[in-house]
């Protein structure tokens, strides 16, 4: 998957898929699956790092997980989130920590927000000759202002401005666009609205792709339940019955056998 495939597959309405990733071992497993693009997301500081928000996201995180993650990719396409606040510093600063994310093995970043300064900022990283994507909706770096995990664009006004600020995002440059936690119909009509494609993540199954996060798709944590995670694995209970089984065998004497033995 390179850049150009983007636009390629929504002109094709082949739908794009997308997922969440944060070390290499989960890559290497990536790199085998049909799986056509990776996201190094924030969400690394709740689903890895135990915190409560994406707000403790670092670069120093973003910039390890990147590149483990990109170690063991083969041919996935790689973005990788710009954690909290890092394009809201000086010019220069956006720029080395864009740069930083890049060297860490990135092909592209993730910016959240669609204000004015944010949109100028992504256009001024495009023209630079950094792919980015946006994200719109549900953003939870502005959880606290957002106030909570909910949905977003359920009235008109609120619809109306998020149709705005994908447009503005497309004219600034991005080459697809993340929408999280919007109606089915106003995602939609967003996706018909842009030559660029969507991404969504709680989104429906009108927009041009869809993301989820590594730990939710594959029920490897069971307290975080909304509605938009499907999960394909019981991966807890996976996890679960083989420790159990390992301690159970350790205490009963039976591993380690010859077979493991020198
Ligand atoms: O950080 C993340 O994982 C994300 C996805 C949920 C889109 O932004």
Redo the contacts with the bound molecule.
């Keep these: 998957m390179k850049i150009h495939d983007f636009k390629r597959k929504k002109e094709e309405q082949q739908k794009i898929s997308m997922i969440?990733c944060y070390d290499y071992p989960s890559a290497c497993i990536v790199a085998e699956s049909n799986i056509d693009c990776v996201?190094v997301?924030?969400?690394v500081a709740m689903a890895v790092h135990g915190h409560e928000t994406?707000i403790m996201a670092t670069m120093e995180m973003m910039i390890l997980h990147t590149q483990a993650v990109a170690r063991g990719l083969k041919q996935q396409f790689l973005i990788s989130?710009l954690p909290f606040l890092c394009h809201k510093t000086s010019l220069a600063q956006t720029v080395e920590n864009v740069k930083n994310l890049l060297q860490a093995g990135a092909h592209a970043v993730?910016i959240e927000g669609a204000d004015a300064d944010t949109c100028q900022t992504i256009s001024y990283l495009v023209n630079s000759g950094v792919p980015v994507i946006g994200?719109i909706g549900l953003t939870?770096q502005s959880i606290h202002q957002l106030g909570g995990f909910r949905v977003q664009g359920k009235n008109q006004e609120q619809a109306e401005k998020l149709i705005q600020q994908a447009l503005s995002l497309e004219a600034a440059g991005c080459f697809a666009l993340?929408i999280?936690c919007v109606p089915q119909q106003l995602a939609q009509t967003v996706t018909q609205s842009l030559t660029i494609p969507t991404i969504g993540?709680g989104a429906g199954s009108s927009t041009d792709g869809q993301?989820l996060?590594w730990h939710d798709m594959l029920g490897l944590q069971t307290d975080f339940n909304p509605k938009f995670v499907k999960r394909y694995a019981q991966g807890k209970e996976i996890l679960l019955n083989a420790l159990n089984a390992y301690a159970q065998q350790v205490q009963q004497m039976s591993f380690p056998t010859a077979e493991h033995s020198f």
Excluded: A, M, N
């Design positions: 969440t996201l997301g924030d969400s994406t989130d993730k994200h939870p993340v999280e993540i993301v996060v």
